[in-house]
Structure formats: structure tokens, C-alpha cells
């Protein structure tokens, strides 16, 4: 293939949602050139799920002569990446294992991928963004909850039965509170932004003077993880306080994860990852101290490149 005709390949991503379906169209350097986001239709028929993702494809294909090589999908778990089958993912309920890949490859006769959100993003840092260039990629999306993603040699790492990965769901203490999943002590009760914005409002409710009350506009119940941030940003001890305990907690889970992978880079997003981001040099500081691996110091840490847009991108990457 020669450049010319490399550089018109694209890719459509999609990241589908439990409330929306966003798409976007990916050239082979990994820009987004186009993007759109419509509602998903969760609850309704699964036929009524698929028509939202086909509506979302259709709206960024490309005119003129780019050629479509490929689409890859970020779905809610569980699923199974070999075959395209969406199992029972909590958020869509409108899909009950069913055949997504193959719905979709049916109407557009392309190579269609599907996995899920984290691993896709990783994929893309690693061949695209914060990740290039790296033989092996630990990856971390902070948000609502925790999602990881390990790449070799840009390969994701699916495990024996597609199932690997789940490094949100790794406990740091046995006699902490329960996560979603059931397990006590996961690194997603206790680092996420929806677990930063809990134990700010216990917090505040409890007494403890903060200019984040007055940013909730005076009511505790509507602190959140990104008013903790701009607090933090603004110099309030009690969110630096939080804020503080978090990255400590992030660098015991983070050794952990060096001394299990030993990776050559880890890469964070997510949305509240940028409420983390002040604390990267703490992190570097402290993660060597937490490990038994005496090159610790050595594993860069940096932020992802497609932030909010993973979904998009790591689709592409499925089948770049």
C-alpha cells in the first residue's frame, strides 16, 4: 500500500453508552476529523439499540475518496471481544447476548471489532498517543469509576477468556467498604471521582469548613469530585486534604501494578483524571517507595491524549 493510498484510510470509532452513542471518524495517524453523539436507546427493543449505533455510523462516513477500512465499538461489559457479543451490561439492558459485531458487519460489509471502553483506550494511547512508542502500556481511566487497560506490544491483553484487565477492581484493603462489583476495598471505591465527591460531602456534612459548600451553592449533597478539584485549585485545605489521601491510595494501587506488570509507561485519563494530574509528581515520588522493583522510578507517568474522545479513538484503534 503506498502513503497516499495509507493516508486516506480511516476508521469509524464508536463508544456506545448507556444514554449515548458517539461516533467519530479516524485517520490513520489517529486524528478524529469528524465527530457526532446522539441519544442511546437503552431500555427500549435491542433492535431499537442497533438502529442508534447504525444512525451514529451513518452520520460521519466519509464522502469523497476515503475509504472506510474498518469499524470498532467500545460497549458496556460484560461482552466477548472474540466474537462481538454484547452478555448482559447493566447499562444497556436492551442487549442480552447479542451479536453486535456481526448486526453491524451485516449492513457495512467492513471488518467491525468490538471491546470494551478501557481496553479500546488503551489501544489507542498506545499506538497513537501517550503510550507510542512504548513495548508495554499500563493504562487508567479515572472517572465515574476505574478502568484499565494493559497493552503488549500494542496488543491488548485480554487473558484466557476475555475477561483480564480489571485493575479498577483490584482491592487495596480487604476491610474496606464494598464496591459495586461486591469486593471490598477496591481502588474504584476509594479513588473515583464519583468516591472523591462521597467522602468530600461526608465531610462537609460532618461540620468541616470548606469554600467547596459555598461552590455546591450551599448544600453538601451536591458536592461532587470536580468541585473537590476546583477547591483544590483555589487552595482549600479540606479538598487539598481529600485530594491528598486519594493520590496516596492511587500510588499503593499504581505499585501494585508495577510489580505485577512491570510496564515501561502507565498512562492516565478519565474525567477526573485531571483532578489527579496536580499529584503526578507525588505519585513518582512515592510509587518507588511502594514497590519492591528497584527500577520503580524509572516507569514514566503521564496524562492520556484523547481524554473525553477515548471512546472515539480507541474504537479505531480495534481495527487500525
Not at 458496556?76 to 471481544?81: A, E
Not at 476505574?146 to 491488548?156: L, N, V
Not at 451536591?222 to 479538598?239: C, N, R, S, Y
Request: aromatic fraction near 6%; glycine fraction near 14%; charged fraction near 15%.
Amino acid at each position: 500500500m503506498t502513503q497516499t493510498s495509507d493516508q486516506k484510510r480511516v476508521f469509524v470509532g464508536v463508544d456506545v453508552g448507556g444514554t449515548k452513542v458517539a461516533a467519530g471518524l479516524v485517520n490513520a495517524d489517529g486524528e478524529i476529523v469528524s465527530q457526532t453523539r446522539i441519544p442511546m436507546v437503552s431500555t427500549a427493543s435491542a433492535e431499537e439499540g442497533l438502529g442508534a449505533v447504525l444512525d451514529a455510523i451513518a452520520r460521519v462516513l466519509p464522502s469523497g475518496d476515503a475509504h472506510v477500512s474498518g469499524i470498532g465499538m467500545c460497549a458496556p461489559g460484560p461482552l466477548n471481544p472474540t466474537t462481538g457479543v454484547i452478555l448482559n451490561p447493566p447499562n444497556v439492558p436492551c442487549w442480552r447476548n447479542f451479536p453486535l459485531a456481526e448486526a453491524v458487519q451485516k449492513v457495512y460489509r467492513v471488518p467491525v471489532r468490538v471491546d470494551n471502553d478501557a481496553n479500546a483506550a488503551a489501544l489507542a494511547e498506545a499506538r497513537w498517543g501517550a503510550g507510542r512508542g512504548y513495548p508495554s502500556v499500563f493504562y487508567a481511566t479515572i472517572g465515574t469509576g476505574i478502568g484499565t487497560g494493559i497493552i503488549f506490544d500494542e496488543r491488548i491483553f485480554h487473558g484466557r477468556t476475555g475477561a483480564a484487565g480489571e485493575g479498577g477492581h483490584v482491592s487495596i484493603d480487604y476491610r474496606g467498604p464494598l464496591c459495586g462489583c461486591g469486593k471490598p476495598g477496591c481502588i474504584e471505591v476509594f479513588a473515583s471521582g464519583t468516591a472523591i465527591g462521597k467522602r468530600a460531602r461526608q465531610r462537609v456534612a460532618a461540620g468541616s469548613k470548606s469554600s467547596m459548600l459555598e461552590l455546591a451553592g450551599g448544600n453538601p449533597d451536591a458536592v461532587t469530585g470536580e468541585i473537590v478539584g476546583k477547591a483544590f485549585a483555589a487552595g482549600d485545605p479540606l479538598a487539598t486534604e481529600i485530594l491528598t489521601e486519594t493520590a496516596e491510595m492511587v500510588a499503593l494501587w499504581l505499585g501494585n501494578m508495577v510489580d505485577l506488570l512491570d510496564p515501561h509507561v502507565i498512562v492516565i485519563g478519565g474525567g477526573a483524571a485531571a483532578v489527579i494530574q496536580p499529584f503526578f509528581d507525588f505519585l513518582r515520588q512515592r510509587i518507588p517507595q511502594l514497590t519492591v522493583n528497584p527500577r520503580a522510578n524509572e516507569v514514566p507517568i503521564v496524562s492520556s491524549r484523547y481524554g473525553a474522545d477515548s471512546g472515539i479513538a480507541g474504537g479505531a484503534a480495534l481495527c487500525a
